[in-house]
């Protein structure tokens, strides 16, 4: 196009998306609006800074193209007469379906005579979803026989539906309306023939009483049906899915031989979804995705009106809208006046709550069922992954790690933080966090960035994203939000004016901890492997000796004991020995366990020679350490001690991290003091595997096993249950 055509607005209820499309348009410009004057058109004229004319005498002789944006006469408004009108002004016209058929032949005749162009907006054909729909089905429709057509639909976009079909099946004749069932119930049937294929139309038609737009369950749903399997509009706004005609196998013993099975009837996917984009809202469709397909209507007409196209062109597409325009006639003749609906005032429903709701009752078992692999590689990934973007963020906001190819050296970096003094080891360790993840580079006794300069917006929407991959999933919902909260005042907890434990302990309550070291998914399945293993050893002695250590919560050991009373084995123990260095949690053992007899407590400093020499050595039958030597300064040194408490047939079970989990460095960390062992020189707060197995060795304690193993769909998740026993000496 040479020069913006001149668009005048006729109409401002649906008209606004009209007015919407035209005002950043390349080759269009907005002339003005014709309407009634109410206040939604002075409204809109004002937004969009454009003239208001309430009289077609007034409007600007200059005017290129009208887009009558106001019902026609079928719906008993005056946009026909108005079309034609401004034709026999020589302004070319754009008029928004639908449209009688015999005001359709009217137009085209008089903008024939006057020599103008003349098109009928329809902006649901033309949605994205809708024409991959209409090119996929006729690329089937070239390889086999369309056999039947299902359509659910509402009456409001029925000319829209029948416009759909022109583009599908280009000339619609014939067609009969074989049988129909109306009523006052939301849907109504509707047989038909159309060219032979058997079509099934189920119709809304319902108009709400106060707006007799805004009640509509779908605007259209439609399924081609072949041999092969059928494929599915699920919406106007999408989805299009092909679902394959499931084929059962001529075969008699149907699920043995299907095992080498390789045909592709039955190895192909149930589902095939194109283009998919599930997270598409009503907000955008509205903003963005109707203006810009209503401007593709406006680009059809532009190209006409510049390209002088011959009148042809513009009547063999008149002779399908035409056609369009008599099926819908048909149709809605059929179905007769749509019944008054009064819809009762409610809240919209979130679906999101819903989706919680259900995610919480799902047992942890169910939850277990549905994860694979994959599924938790990728969650591990996107966990270390904003855990690192938000210690790096932490940096950014001190103005340091801001610039590429900057070195800033350890000592600027550690000065630019305020840390408190018992945690100055937490910055070296989130530097080499961020080196060993390539998100920062050694250099010269500092670090360069090796990543994006980050926002806060960013990172909390990365927050966002990451609960709803890990709530209710892998872990609940109150623990994602634990792990949150210390991102957000990272700088109040490195300078120790925001307290670490206020976080777990809310109001002195115990349930993010219990559901942080019982509830998630991992600490569910380790601490059901120690109460089976602890229950096994049970089984096969008397008078057997269990000492816990660092039971806290008494997440492990509520577990432990449970297995151990619904087995009955309680008859086979002499005493099961709760001890943990802090009296609150052993005063709450004592509440929780009040009706254990064999249950005995005990305040115990697993660090302290004193309280380890007041249990006997060669005493214990299994001791249980769930979660706490990775507290401790010297892990050597306390499994040296536990060596000593335990029999020579007895066994010790450590649950423990396998490696830096980079979610602690966030939150638990602070609560923990450095050690003097090998993470001190490797300025790490976890062990891995291979030097936990180095120190087992050196204490004299063999690894007779390690859950979960290297193929287990939990492995990712960086926990591990290490079973020991004493090394026999031959």
Request: charged residues 20%; hydrophobic residues 40%; aromatic residues 8%.
């Amino acid at each position: 196009m040479t020069r913006k055509l001149r668009v005048l607005v006729c109409g401002t209820r649906f008209g606004q998306f009209y007015l919407e499309a035209i005002k950043n348009a390349q080759h269009f410009e907005l002339a003005g609006i014709l309407a009634q004057g109410s206040q939604r058109s002075q409204l809109c004229a004002s937004v969009y800074e454009t003239d208001l004319y309430t009289d077609i005498e007034n409007i600007p002789k200059d005017i290129d193209i009208a887009c009558i944006v106001v019902p026609t006469s079928i719906m008993g408004g005056s946009g026909t007469e108005l079309a034609i009108e401004l034709m026999k002004r020589g302004i070319h016209v754009l008029v928004e379906q639908p449209v009688h058929y015999q005001n359709l032949i009217e137009c085209y005749r008089i903008a024939r005579q006057y020599r103008v162009k003349f098109v009928v907006g329809d902006l649901y054909v033309n949605l994205p979803y809708v024409r991959k729909f209409i090119d996929i089905a006729k690329k089937i429709m070239e390889k086999e026989e369309l056999i039947y057509l299902n359509v659910d639909m509402a009456t409001q976009v029925s000319f829209p539906l029948a416009h759909i079909l022109t583009k599908l099946f280009g000339n619609l004749q014939p067609w009969s309306i074989k049988d129909h069932i109306s009523g006052n119930t939301p849907f109504q049937m509707l047989s038909l023939i159309i060219k032979g294929v058997p079509t099934t139309i189920r119709a809304q038609n319902q108009v709400e009483v106060a707006v007799s737009d805004s009640y509509m369950h779908l605007m259209h749903q439609i399924t081609v049906g072949f041999d092969s399997g059928k494929l599915t509009l699920f919406d106007t706004n999408g989805p299009v899915v092909w679902t394959p005609r499931m084929q059962m196998p001529d075969t008699t013993l149907i699920p043995k031989d299907l095992i080498q099975e390789m045909s592709y009837s039955l190895t192909t996917p149930v589902n095939e979804m194109f283009e998919p984009n599930s997270s598409l809202t009503y907000k955008e469709i509205l903003t963005t995705i109707w203006p810009s397909t209503i401007l593709k209507d406006l680009k059809r007409l532009g190209n006409l009106i510049i390209n002088n196209s011959q009148s042809s062109a513009m009547m063999r597409e008149g002779q399908y809208i035409i056609q369009a325009a008599q099926l819908w006639s048909d149709i809605t003749s059929s179905l007769g006046y749509p019944n008054d609906y009064k819809r009762k005032a409610q809240p919209f429903l979130n679906i999101g709550d819903v989706k919680a709701q259900l995610h919480k009752e799902i047992s942890i078992e169910a939850r277990y069922e549905q994860l694979t692999v994959d599924s938790v590689k990728q969650a591990v990934a996107k966990f270390n992954e904003v855990c690192l973007k938000t210690i790096l963020l932490e940096f950014q906001k001190k103005n340091i790690l801001t610039v590429k190819g900057k070195v800033y050296s350890v000592d600027d970096i550690q000065h630019s933080i305020q840390v408190a003094e018992n945690l100055k080891f937490i910055p070296q360790r989130w530097l080499i966090a961020l080196a060993n993840h390539g998100y920062i580079i050694s250099a010269n006794a500092g670090y360069m960035l090796n990543y994006p300069v980050l926002t806060t917006d960013e990172v909390k929407q990365d927050w966002i994203e990451l609960k709803s991959l890990w709530a209710d999933q892998l872990v609940p919902e109150k623990v994602m939000d634990y792990f949150y909260s210390h991102a957000q005042i990272l700088d109040g907890l490195l300078s120790g004016q925001q307290s670490v434990v206020q976080l777990l302990f809310q109001y002195g309550e115990m349930d993010i901890a219990t559901a942080l070291y019982k509830e998630t998914i991992i600490a569910h399945y380790l601490n059901h492997e120690v109460a089976n293993t602890v229950s096994a050893h049970i089984a096969m002695k008397d008078h057997v000796h269990v000492l816990e250590i660092g039971a806290g919560t008494g997440a492990t050991s509520t577990v432990v004991i449970d297995h151990i009373l619904k087995q009955q084995l309680q008859k086979n123990i002499k005493c099961y020995l709760f001890s943990d260095i802090s009296n609150y949690f052993i005063n709450e053992a004592k509440k929780t366990f009040q009706n254990i007899n064999w249950l005995d407590y005990m305040k115990l400093d697993i660090e302290n020679d004193t309280d380890i020499a007041s249990i006997e050595n060669d005493s214990q039958d299994i001791i249980v350490a769930a979660g706490v030597l990775n507290n401790v300064k010297n892990t050597r040194e306390v499994l040296s001690r536990l060596k000593l408490l335990l029999k020579n047939d007895g066994i010790v079970l450590i649950t423990e991290a396998d490696g830096e989990a980079l979610q602690m460095l966030i939150s638990q960390v602070f609560m923990m003091k450095p050690a003097s062992d090998i993470r001190k020189e490797t300025s790490s707060t976890f062990l891995t595997t291979s030097q936990w197995l180095e120190i087992f060795n050196e204490v004299g304690l063999e690894c007779i096993s390690i859950q979960p193993d290297k193929a287990h769909k939990l492995y990712p998740l960086g926990q591990r249950l290490f079973a020991l026993e004493k090394r026999r000496v031959l």
